[in-house]
């Protein structure tokens, strides 16, 4: 086995890079990604509600 291929290099490697491993159970896969979807599409709504704002503030 190579050194690259063993699992604490595997385990450093993710927590120097800083990137978060996809869990593997396929239901909490799903359930992370409607979170996701869902944080999302909230930050679309408050965007456009605050850009709305500032354009009629800005008509006034």
Do not use: K, N, W
Request: proline share 5%; aromatic share 4%; hydrophobic share 60%.
């Amino acid at each position: 086995m190579s050194f690259f291929q063993h699992s604490a290099f595997l385990r450093l490697r993710t927590l120097i890079s800083g990137t978060p491993r996809r869990p593997r159970h396929p239901l909490l896969r799903v359930a992370l990604g409607l979170v996701g979807v869902a944080l999302l599409l909230v930050l679309l709504a408050v965007g456009l509600v605050v850009g709305l704002a500032m354009l009629l503030a800005g008509m006034l």
